[in-house]
């Protein structure tokens, strides 16, 4: 199996993977962005297979932030009683660790590719970055969340808020 086939395979898995994932979390903030997941996974396998097959294919940027409503949209009544779910910042944990891997797995392949596979490659690398900086940035602003108790009046405060 060549690096473009493992890379179509790998791919197909990740669509299966957060197919998966949406179902288990409908009704919660997860089930939209395991979609989009799911759904640019897909777009992945079809430019590497378009690839194999020698057909035109376009290597357009991700639209992450023009594909969700606007967070007001669905927006629910505050909860004061309960926490927010723990599960959603494993998940984004999880989702950074699998996305950092297929970053250095991608990496790899770029080394190991042909001439003509090279551009492909470095825009995958380049994809699966910018989801791993989503799943990080939510997991930093969740953690923060949840550690920040002391008063903003007299502590330390990040200058990116």
Not at 67 to 91: C, H, M, V, W
Request: glycine share 4%; net charge negative.
């Amino acid at each position: 199996m060549d690096i473009l086939q493992y890379a179509i395979n790998m791919e197909l898995d990740g669509e299966k993977y957060y197919r998966e994932q949406a179902e288990k979390n409908k009704g919660n903030e997860l089930h939209g962005l395991c979609n989009w997941l799911a759904e640019e996974e897909k777009r992945h396998a079809g430019i590497l297979e378009n690839k194999i097959n020698k057909v035109t294919y376009r290597l357009i940027d991700s639209d992450l932030f023009l594909s969700f409503p606007n967070i007001y949209s669905d927006a629910k009544d505050i909860e004061t009683e309960g926490q927010r779910d723990s599960n959603q910042l494993a998940f984004y944990r999880i989702a950074a660790d699998t996305e950092k891997n297929s970053i250095d797995l991608y990496e790899k392949f770029l080394k190991e590719a042909k001439e003509d596979e090279k551009e492909i490659f470095q825009y995958l690398i380049k994809q699966e970055k910018q989801h791993y900086e989503v799943f990080e940035e939510l997991s930093r602003i969740l953690t923060n969340a949840e550690q920040w108790i002391e008063s903003p009046e007299f502590g330390r405060r990040e200058e990116e808020y």
